[in-house]
């Protein structure tokens, strides 16, 4: 990418980025009703075209794929009118923002998924991370036992939500990060394509419950998906 | 407390509230009725039924109860129960959800344009090129298992063809994959335990390496091969070991990985000759040695000792591979190739 290519795509991520950081403000008064009580409320995305000052680790697919795709995630629920809102945004609001929100995100998908004529080579390394983040929210559809097909998801997301602020505040360096995105994308895989039962609730249980210690609790993830012959 | 004995609960409310408690570390009565759309009183009444399941917390820094409201949790040893009603709850409700082939192959595609990525960094060269590298190691490793799930020929063998190009790619650069002993660093001022050592079916490798063989250790303390399917010794382990055939242990009852514990018995008894059939004259490790470590564990970060030690062990058998290598005229055997 050239440099007045990165600038531009820089500025329109500044653009979005006040958008969505109103957006995390509005969320953050409202998570305790989504039940995240003890996990630390702050979204970290980090968009390093806005933010150059800062040290970021470079194409971690957990902050710039998995994260982002949670963001994205919150973002088009806040957009969505109807059953997906989360509590504690309005209506109201939601209509004000609604347009900003809809642009906010669909601009980040396509600055990540970067559909220009020069890829960008840490694309790759961004939709590993959203992938991992969609796999696990389709398996927690899929374990949901709500009815409704709006509230099975929106149960989804919020379960996300709560294992992306529980690995967040782990303390977790990069590698350990891409171990943990690479063996969640395992794990929600064959849960979804293969587990039986037992093998799912062990899943859901590890995938919710509290992480005391993350190594302990990755190693209960591999060990889990190890015992299927992939 | 107050307790309803007249209101009778349907399943669904009751299912839906434990589920809802078992994605929370802790709750209270009011929050499981918003996130779950049941009333308050209801979610009561399952909370109160439930107290085999649900535990009261008591509010935390001293706060009163009349100032707070109380806070419950899940027991420990009920949320395996109550993930797996969940999951039967689901699966009668609408059938088991499988992935299309699609969304399978598509995942293999994105972890293969990963490491396509993480290849083109790699060789862009500076700092962090060997991080590319062990990045690109990683994600072929992933995209390799991924690629198992895609049974239908049509989608796997162009994904197999590119899985192939790419792990020739990453054979043909010069760098040596790494250890990342530092993967779950400890919080800034605090000394953490150190992750255990990264398992073998997840550390680095190229398309060649084969699955892990895996050896199941069943309640009775036997221990079952499943490629070999029959029952094995500790000294077979040893033997595998020897011949760096690549394998994981598994426990059948909690499917815990148990490989290093494993490891850890043959070391224990091979000290006390029980594995090889003779007391060494000349044991390996000896008391001071062994006293020495479990000094070094007391004052220094678990992990600077096993660090230092992996390191010292790896320069005694880079220089007896050398010598080796000069004994022999430089042939060197190697059973499994990882």
Known sequence: MTNEGKAQGGIALCAVCDVQARMVEALNSALSDWGLVEEPRNLLAPRHECDVGKQHSSGCPFYDGWMEEVSYGLLTACSASGGGLPPGITAD???QARDCVEKAASAVRLQRQNTGAVRNPLAGQWELGAEAARTLRRFFECCAPEEQES?????????????????????????????????????GQCGVTFMRVPERAELLRLLTQPIVDVAKWVHRLEALWRTFPI | MAHFPNLT????????????????????????????????????????????????????????????????????????RIAREAVEMAERLRGQQKLSIQDTARGATIALNAVDSSLELASAGGAEAKTWERRARDQ??????????????????????????????????????????????PPPGAAVEQAPPQAPATQASGVSKAPPRTIWKYPNRRLYDAVERRYITLNEIHQLVLRHVDFVVIEKKGRADITRAILLQIVAEREQGGVQGTIPADPLLSRDFLAEIIRSCDGVPRGTVGCYLQQSLDVFSAAHKSESRGRDGGTEVNESGG
Not at chain 1, 168 to 184: D, E, K
Not at chain 2, 48 to 56: G, M
Not at chain 2, 143 to 155: Q, T
Not at chain 2, 161 to 184: C, I, K, T, W, Y
């Open chain 1, 93 to 95: 609001f939601a209509a």
């Open chain 1, 151 to 187: 509230t099975r998801k929106r149960a989804a997301l919020g379960q996300l939500v709560a294992l992306s602020y529980r690995i967040q505040s782990t303390p977790t360096s990069p590698a350990g990060l891409r171990r943990i995105v690479n063996s969640c994308l395992l794990a």
């Open chain 2, 9 to 80: 609960l349907e399943l669904s409310d009751r299912t839906r509230v434990l589920q809802a408690a078992l994605q929370l570390p802790t709750f209270t009565i009011e929050q499981l009725a918003e996130l779950t759309g049941v009333k308050e009183a209801t979610v009561q009444v399952t909370v109160v039924r439930s107290k085999d399941l649900i535990e009261e917390v008591s509010p935390a820094g001293g706060i009163r109860q009349g100032m707070r409201a109380v806070r419950y949790r899940l027991r420990e040893s009920a949320r395996a």
């Open chain 2, 140 to 185: 072929l490793d992933l995209a390799r298992r991924l690629l198992v799930l895609v049974k239908d020929p049509v989608h796997r063998t162009p994904l197999q063809r590119r899985l192939v190009q790419l792990a020739g790619r990453l054979e043909g650069s010069d760098l040596q994959p790494e250890d990342e002993s530092e993967q779950f660093g």
